[in-house]
């Protein structure tokens, strides 16, 4: 049986902070696509990560609220917050808080986090206080998912109230391209080479993420290996025929074959 030759282990070049290229070389034809393709999905939506699941703030009831002293309303609060990007060291659902008084701009950096969360970019703004009368307070919860959750999805959980649940953006990658190029094996010059080009959030590097995604996917192809179910036995059947040597395909000898005299011949050799 001939065997479909494997790719070669994949070459991995930084192009900048968490920003990276692979390239993956020895594909067979056709190959490039199907596994350029099948890394892109998962990288983009199956791996796990963390972020705002509810938010609380002082004052306010609904997320089409307006504060007092801030220059942004609680939509684009929000906003903001779902870009800040998190590390979450467990599994459990953790509580992070933020309070000002006075003017200034918040960031995600004035969080009171705990030794479970880590806030991996600090400078992102939450929001700008212009009255220097105002006391803000704010509560979000910070927890691990898979991919995207729309808030629909959490209007079964029991919140408390005031707290207004959001969207999560959970996946830790920002960007995957990739591009196919044909490349020479021996004399052959139709096998695939797969350029992949990686971004990710700050959260994990490109790297994890690759490997991630390919345990992932072995993972899911290993389970489909092995068939249940009535599965029909394929019976062999000998195929009659000449052998190369004039036997018959079931390894027989060749008969003999006697010609037949004809009247005319029998009548010629009585006469002689």
């Known amino acids: 049986?001939?065997?479909?030759?494997?790719?070669?282990?994949?070459?991995?070049?930084?192009?900048?902070?968490?920003?990276?290229?692979f390239e993956i070389l020895g594909c067979y034809p056709g190959y490039g696509t199907t596994v350029g393709n099948a890394l892109r999905r998962v990288l983009l939506s199956s791996l796990d990560g963390a972020a705002a699941k509810s938010i609380k703030i002082k004052g306010?009831?609904?997320?089409?609220?307006?504060?007092?002293?801030?220059?942004e309303d609680v939509?684009?609060?929000?906003?903001?917050?779902k870009q800040?990007?998190?590390?979450?060291?467990?599994?459990?659902?953790?509580?992070?808080?933020?309070?000002?008084?006075?003017?200034?701009?918040?960031?995600?950096?004035?969080?009171?986090?705990?030794?479970d969360v880590e806030v991996?970019?600090?400078?992102?703004?939450?929001?700008?206080?212009?009255?220097?009368?105002?006391?803000?307070?704010?509560?979000?919860?910070?927890?691990?998912?898979?991919?995207?959750?729309?808030?629909?999805?959490?209007?079964?959980?029991?919140?408390?109230?005031?707290?207004?649940?959001?969207d999560s953006?959970?996946?830790?990658?920002?960007?995957?391209?990739?591009?196919?190029?044909?490349?020479?094996?021996?004399k052959r010059t139709d096998y695939d080479k797969v350029t992949l080009e990686v971004v990710t959030d700050g959260s994990i590097s490109p790297v994890e993420a690759f490997e991630k995604s390919v345990a992932i996917?072995?993972?899911q192809f290993s389970?489909?290996?092995?068939?249940?179910?009535?599965i029909p036995e394929v019976k062999e059947t000998a195929v009659e025929g000449k052998s190369a040597k004039g036997g018959s395909a079931s390894g027989g000898k060749p008969k003999k074959v006697t010609k037949k005299k004809s009247a005319k011949a029998d009548k010629e050799g009585a006469a002689e």
């Open 84 to 115: 800040v990007r998190f590390n979450l060291h467990g599994d459990e659902t953790v509580k992070i808080t933020l309070k000002s008084k006075g003017e200034g701009v918040l960031t995600a950096a004035q969080f009171k986090t705990s030794s």
């Open 223 to 230: 389970s489909l290996t092995e068939v249940e179910g009535d």
């Open 169 to 186: 953006i959970y996946t830790p990658v920002k960007r995957v391209n990739y591009e196919i190029e044909n490349m020479r094996v021996g």
């Open 1 to 21: 049986m001939q065997i479909i030759a494997s790719p070669l282990k994949p070459k991995y070049t930084a192009l900048g902070t968490n920003h990276g290229k």
């Open 120 to 166: 991996v970019n600090p400078d992102q703004i939450i929001a700008t206080i212009t009255d220097k009368k105002t006391e803000f307070e704010m509560e979000v919860e910070v927890d691990k998912g898979i991919g995207y959750v729309p808030v629909e999805s959490r209007e079964r959980e029991d919140y408390e109230i005031d707290v207004i649940a959001i």
């Open 217 to 219: 996917l072995v993972s």
């Open 75 to 81: 939509v684009q609060i929000i906003l903001n917050l």
């Open 60 to 71: 306010v009831s609904h997320e089409f609220s307006t504060i007092p002293g801030v220059m």
